[in-house]
C-alpha cells in the first residue's frame, strides 16, 4: 500500500506540474543530426542525457517554421533510429530539434507522411555508440554575405565535445542494502587539428561500482570502454586515411575495426581497403588475436530525388592467424518511384571454420531486404524480411523481457502500417511471424503505438502503446501509456509512464506480471549544462525495485 501511495502521489504531482506550468516556447531546441542515411533508416545523433523516448516526435526547421519530421523508433544513450514522417528531403547533417517543443500554432507547418522505417540489425553493433564512429560532426554554414574571413574560421581547428556523470542507484528494500553504479564518459571531435583535413575524434566510458577499487574486486580496467578512437585525414583529392578504431559506413554491419582503413573516390565510384583487428567480443577490448582485412568498392547513381547507391566487400578475418571466416558483403538502397524505395544487405560465405571443421562451401549466412512504399500523404506501409545475426549489446538498460522482446521483432517477416489522419494524430500499426526448425509453433508478434500531440492538453504528448508476442520460448502481453511535457519552457521538462505487462517464458512456467513506473525530470541550466533525474520503479510479485538515475552532462 505504501508503494501505490508512492505511485498516486507522483501521478498527481507531475500532472498538476504539466496543468499549470505548460506553455508554448519561443526558440526550438537543437539536439543533434541525421548522422547516418541507410535506405529507409534514417540514425539521428543524440547527445548525452538526453531524455527523449520510444515514440517521441523529432523536428527539422525551414524557413524558421518548425516542422515534423521523425519519430524514435528505437533508442540507445548516443543515437536513435526514425521513422520519416514529412514529404521534405532529409539528408546525412540534417540538424534535427527534440520533440518536447512548444510550437504556437502558427509556427507549425503542414506535414506530410513519407516512408516508414524498418528496425535494422547489425552484427556486433556498438549499441551506445551507434552511429559516433562513423559520422562527422556538422560545420556551422558561414552567412551569405561572410567572406573570405568565414572561410578562414572555417579551416581553423575546431574543437566539439561533451562530457558526462551518471549515477545510478538500487535503493535498499527490504533485505537488499542496495548498490550504486558510476558512469563516466567523455566524447571528443577536432577538425583541422594541426593540418587542415586532419581530425580526430574519440569516445571512452568508464564504469564502476562502489566496491569497484577493494582490495578482492574485478579489475577496474574491465569497465573502461572505447567506442571510438581514431585520426582521419581528408587529402585535396578526394581520399581517406583513417587511424584507430572506427566503423566504416560501407561495412557498418561488421562493427568497429582497430587499424588502418583507406579510401579513394572518383567520380561516382569509391574504393577502399582496411586493416585493422576486431574488438574482443567479450569485452570490446583490443585484442591482437582477431585480425581482419578487406576490400570494398561502392558506386552511387541517379538524380537527387532518384539516387541508387550499391557496394560489395570481400573481408577475410582471422582467429590467431588461422582463417576464421572469408566471405562477401553487398548492399544496395535506392528509390524506385517517388513513392517505393528500398534497402538490401546480404552476407556470403566463401570460407567458414566451425567448431574446427573447415568448409568452403558458398553459404548465404546474412539477409535482409525492405520495402517502403507511400500510398497517400497520410498512410505508408514497408514490409521486410531479416534473417541476420543477433545484436551484440555491449551496453543497455534494457530489461530482460525487452530483450527477448527484440530478438523476436528483429527476425523473420514483418509488415508495418503508419497513418496519420490528423496532424496530432500519429497510428502505427506492424505485425510480423517467423519459423525455424525446431520451433514448435510459429512465433508470432503484433504491436500498436498511438502518439497524440497537445492532449491532453496543450504542449503535452501522450503515446499509448500495445504489444503481443507469441513463440516456442516467449510470451507476452504488454500495455503502456506516456506523457510528456515542459514545465518550465525550454528549462525544465518531464515525462512520466506506465506499463503492465505479463510474460512466461521456458525458464518461467507461469505467468508473472509487472508494474512499472517512470518518471523523468530534465533542468537545463544553460546551452552548455544540463542535470537529469530519473526515478524508476518495478513490482513484480511482492518484490519492489526502485531505481534512480542522477546525471550531470557539460557540452562545448
Not at 573570405?148 to 542507484?169: E, T
Amino acid at each position: 500500500m505504501k508503494i501505490q501511495r508512492k505511485i498516486m502521489g507522483l501521478v498527481a504531482l507531475v500532472l498538476w506540474c504539466l496543468t499549470s506550468w505548460s506553455q508554448s516556447t519561443g526558440e526550438p531546441l537543437q539536439i543533434g543530426e541525421i548522422s547516418f542515411v541507410s535506405g529507409a533508416n534514417y540514425y539521428v545523433k543524440l547527445p548525452a542525457g538526453n531524455l527523449l523516448e520510444t515514440g517521441d516526435t523529432l523536428f527539422i526547421q525551414i524557413n524558421g517554421k518548425i516542422i515534423p519530421a521523425l519519430v524514435v523508433k528505437q533508442k540507445s544513450s548516443l543515437s536513435c533510429l526514425t521513422e520519416k514522417i514529412t514529404e521534405k528531403s532529409l539528408a546525412k547533417g540534417e540538424v534535427i530539434y527534440a520533440s518536447s517543443l512548444k510550437l504556437a500554432q502558427g509556427d507549425v507547418a503542414q506535414e506530410t507522411v513519407a516512408e516508414p522505417v524498418t528496425q535494422v540489425q547489425v552484427v556486433n553493433k556498438e549499441t551506445v555508440a551507434d552511429s559516433l564512429a562513423r559520422v562527422e560532426v556538422k560545420k556551422e554554414k558561414p552567412a551569405p554575405d561572410s567572406g573570405a574571413s568565414n572561410q578562414k574560421d572555417k579551416d581553423d581547428f575546431q574543437l566539439h565535445g561533451r562530457v558526462r556523470l551518471l549515477g545510478m542507484m538500487d535503493l535498499p528494500v527490504d533485505s537488499f542494502a542496495g548498490r550504486s553504479t558510476y558512469r563516466y564518459s567523455v566524447y571528443l571531435k577536432g577538425d583541422n587539428a594541426l593540418v587542415k583535413g586532419l581530425s580526430f575524434e574519440s569516445y571512452l566510458l568508464f564504469n564502476h561500482t562502489q566496491d569497484v577499487f577493494k582490495a578482492d574486486s574485478v579489475n577496474p580496467a574491465y569497465g573502461l570502454k572505447t567506442y571510438g578512437l581514431n585520426l582521419q585525414y581528408h587529402g585535396k583529392q578526394d581520399y581517406w586515411i583513417t587511424i584507430g578504431r572506427k566503423i566504416n559506413s560501407h561495412l557498418s554491419n561488421l562493427g568497429a575495426s582497430d587499424g588502418i582503413q583507406l579510401e579513394k573516390k572518383w567520380g561516382a565510384f569509391q574504393v577502399g581497403a582496411l586493416y585493422g583487428y576486431r574488438p574482443d567480443y567479450t569485452d570490446y577490448s583490443f585484442n591482437t588475436n582477431l585480425p581482419q582485412f578487406g576490400l570494398y568498392v561502392a558506386y552511387e547513381h541517379g538524380k537527387e530525388r532518384l539516387r541508387y547507391q550499391h557496394s560489395l566487400a570481400f573481408m577475410e578475418q582471422q582467429n590467431s592467424g588461422a582463417t576464421d571466416r572469408r566471405f562477401l558483403y553487398g548492399q544496395s538502397s535506392g528509390k524506385i518511384s517517388k513513392s517505393l524505395s528500398y534497402f538490401g544487405s546480404l552476407e556470403l560465405d566463401l570460407y567458414q571454420k566451425v567448431n574446427g571443421v573447415a568448409s568452403t562451401t558458398l553459404s548465404l549466412t546474412g539477409l535482409y531486404f525492405n520495402l517502403n512504399w507511400v500510398l497517400s500523404n497520410q498512410l505508408n506501409l514497408s514490409t521486410s524480411y531479416q534473417a541476420r545475426q543477433p545484436v551484440i549489446f555491449y551496453e543497455t538498460y534494457q530489461s530482460y523481457v525487452d530483450q527477448l522482446l527484440d530478438r523476436e521483432i528483429n527476425q523473420g517477416y514483418r509488415l508495418r502500417m503508419n497513418y496519420r489522419p490528423w496532424k496530432w494524430m500519429n497510428l502505427s500499426l506492424s505485425g510480423g511471424f517467423r519459423y525455424e526448425d525446431g520451433d514448435q509453433v510459429v512465433a508470432q508478434n503484433y504491436s500498436g503505438v498511438l502518439n497524440l500531440r497537445n492532449l491532453p492538453m496543450r504542449s503535452v504528448s501522450t503515446s499509448l502503446s500495445v504489444t503481443y508476442n507469441r513463440s516456442s520460448f516467449f510470451n507476452a502481453m504488454i500495455y503502456g501509456v506516456r506523457m510528456t511535457g515542459d514545465i518550465i519552457p525550454g528549462k525544465l521538462s518531464a515525462s512520466l509512464s506506465y506499463r503492465n505487462l505479463s510474460y512466461s517464458s521456458t525458464l518461467e512456467t507461469s505467468i508473472i506480471p509487472q508494474h512499472m513506473v517512470e518518471l523523468s525530470l530534465d533542468y537545463r541550466l544553460s546551452k552548455q549544462w544540463l542535470i537529469g533525474l530519473n526515478y524508476e520503479l518495478l513490482q513484480q510479485t511482492d518484490y519492489p525495485h526502485n531505481r534512480l538515475f542522477l546525471q550531470l552532462r557539460y557540452r562545448f
